[in-house]
């Protein structure tokens, strides 16, 4: 089973940018989607944004036009680039692969106001 490890996230100033990172233990080329969920304290796992192997990507309402998902088959690599960051993006950023559905372990993504 393909394990997912992310990198990237910490502490920003509302307006700042960061760019996720998720590797893949293989290849991810078979994957059919990959995307990033993100949690924020009290509330439930939500989708930010996922990108088929075809290419083909659909965002959360919340993040269009800020963030942005690409993958890098030759790397193994997810990243999603998060622009003109806001607090409410504040949360655990989650990493996932399917079918079969796995998850990475998260990175902690503060904006401050």
């Known amino acids: 089973q393909v394990q997912l490890v992310e990198s990237g996230g910490g502490l920003v100033q509302a307006g700042g940018s960061l760019r996720l990172s998720c590797a893949a233990s293989?290849?991810?080329?078979?994957?059919?989607?990959m995307g990033w969920y993100r949690q924020a304290p009290g509330q439930q796992r939500e989708l930010v944004a996922y990108i088929t192997r075809g290419g083909n990507t659909n965002y959360a309402d919340s993040v269009k036009g800020r963030f942005t998902i690409s993958r890098d088959n030759a790397k193994n690599t997810v990243y999603l680039q998060m622009n003109s960051l806001k607090p409410e993006d504040t949360a655990v950023y989650y990493c996932y692969t399917a079918p079969p559905i796995t998850w990475g372990q998260g990175t902690q993504v503060t904006v401050s106001s």
């Open positions: 293989r290849s991810i080329f078979s994957s059919n989607v």
